[in-house]
């Protein structure tokens, strides 16, 4: 298979063992030339003499930087794969590789089997270069259906767009190993979405948890990895880390954005060796786990920062999720209040007839910066406090009920703030969504037309539109 490459492997690194390594375990699976340059000007230079197909390569050069290598490859050829080389301290790449459409890191030092992954799929991505060009066709994607759910995600409540592209991503990656990365705000459901994937999957081993932000620093290596008896002070019988527990399973890592750096690194070795040593252990044990990892925080930020290791960004995002926040999906709200009303009497031992359309309406036009389950705490103190009857405008916070439609009040170009305060982004997305509406209702919802009456690209019109789930009054 290796023999469909076109061109050469080149490795760029100034340790003469790494670049032997290389060039050792490729030759023993593969026919393709293997070309090696310890500095970034050899490496240009050999880049200018023969076509290449992928290339590792160091980050810390002695005449300059690894990305300077990487620019001038992909400057000849953007098909070609690029494998990052990190040592374990290097986490402030100055510019993000993320963004230079690097292919795959390793983390110095690696292993026989981590290299042959990593080679693996850098000769995949060249067959499908290679096969090219046929438009990507993906098949659309299946909407995941009603007995699916019921049994993989029967506590996730709503119906909008953005969530059924959740349960279909879900769907399609259950039965594979690869790492999810699930982002969204917080109370948006990023642990009700990590137990699904666990669910959906073929996995028959345990679904851990383990809360970063829960864990003291000097803690977290042995909650991961575990310790032998007498590993430090206080460890006083031995433990099996997360990783051991889920082995067979799904090890959920909540809070990774929490993740101390040093220990980045150490997870990033377990996740590329697939084997996890024990504190105080000098033997290693090999895991079969599947990752799934969830934060609030902007990790490529982090990454940029420093804070955040790049190459365990990388390799956790193999399938990103995105949650949407609750009032990117408002059309949801009535479903979830109904569903929390009634959860809440049966908890409680409540009665609650309902809500008023007066009071949905309110609810509906907030803003839920705690997104779902600031949702839920507030019907469930209402449903506590009310013990029977209908919830109506007067059982809800006044915050909630000042984003009523004339909360601005005046002219809505010199808005008045009320004494109570107001919920910015809510405002300033009504304010917006009106204006939207009423450019589609005077053009009779002809899209290009209303985009130019507000001075937006088409594309960003329909894109805030289903965004925002808006619709013709009449429904169609
Ligand atoms: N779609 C949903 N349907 C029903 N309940 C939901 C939904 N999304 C979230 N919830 C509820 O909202 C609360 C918060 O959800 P969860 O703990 O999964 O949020 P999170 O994204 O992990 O938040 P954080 O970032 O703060 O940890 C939980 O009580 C959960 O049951
Ligand atoms: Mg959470």
Request: include cysteine; charge should be negative.
């Amino acid at each position: 298979m290796m023999e469909e490459m076109v061109g050469s492997v080149l490795v760029v690194d100034d340790e003469a063992d790494i670049r032997n390594v290389v060039r050792r375990v490729l030759a023993k699976v593969s026919d393709v030339p293997v070309l090696d340059a310890g500095t970034v000007a050899e490496a240009v230079s050999l880049l200018g003499a023969h076509p290449i197909s992928v290339l590792f390569v160091d980050l810390g050069l002695p005449d300059g930087q690894g990305f300077d290598v990487i620019d001038a490859a992909l400057a000849r050829s953007k098909d070609v794969s690029i494998v990052v080389m990190t040592g374990e301290s290097s986490v402030d790449h100055p510019i993000s590789a993320l963004r230079r459409s690097v292919a795959d890191f390793l983390l110095k030092p690696f292993s026989r089997a981590a290299l042959l992954d990593a080679w693996e799929r850098a000769a995949q991505r060249q067959r499908e270069n290679a096969s090219r060009p046929r438009p990507s066709v993906r098949a659309k994607e299946r909407p995941s259906t009603d007995v699916w759910r019921e049994v993989h995600a029967p506590e996730i409540v709503g119906e909008h767009p953005s969530l059924h592209d959740v349960f279909a991503t879900i769907e399609r990656i259950a039965d594979t190993d690869a790492t999810v990365l699930i982002t969204g705000e917080s109370g948006t459901g990023k642990e009700l979405v990590a137990a699904a994937v666990h669910s959906a999957s073929k996995r028959t081993g345990a679904f851990v948890t383990l809360n970063c932000a829960a864990i003291p620093e000097n803690l977290m290596e042995s909650e991961l990895f575990g310790h032998v008896r007498g590993a430090f002070t206080g460890a006083s019988g031995a433990r099996n880390g997360c990783f051991v527990e889920a082995h067979g399973g799904t090890l959920f890592l909540d809070e990774i954005g929490e993740m101390p750096l040093a220990l980045q690194a150490k997870l990033l070795r377990a996740l590329q060796e697939k084997r996890v040593r024990a504190v105080g252990e000098d033997r290693e044990r090999t895991v079969d786990v599947r990752i799934v990892a969830a934060t609030n925080r902007d990790l490529e930020e982090h990454a940029e920062a420093g804070l955040f290791r790049e190459d365990l960004l990388y390799r956790l995002s193999v399938i990103p999720i995105e949650l949407p926040t609750l009032r990117d999906r408002r059309s949801d709200i009535p479903l979830l209040v109904r569903h929390f009303i009634a959860l809440s009497n049966q908890a409680r031992g409540r009665n609650v007839d309902g809500i008023t359309s007066e009071a949905l309406d309110m609810l509906s036009a907030y803003g839920w910066p705690g997104n779902v389950r600031q949702l839920r705490n507030l019907i469930e103190r209402i449903v506590i406090l009310k013990a029977e009857g209908w919830i109506g405008p007067n059982d809800l916070p006044a915050r909630v009920r000042a984003t009523g439609p004339t909360a601005l009040g005046g002219d809505p170009l010199e808005p008045q703030l009320p004494a109570g305060g107001i919920d910015l982004r809510d405002a300033v997305e009504r304010f917006e969504n009106a204006l939207i509406l009423q450019a589609l209702e005077r053009t009779g919802w002809n899209k290009n037309q209303a985009a130019s009456m507000l001075q937006i690209n088409r594309t960003t019109l329909v894109e805030k539109l289903k965004k925002k789930d808006l619709k013709p009054a009449s429904g169609g």
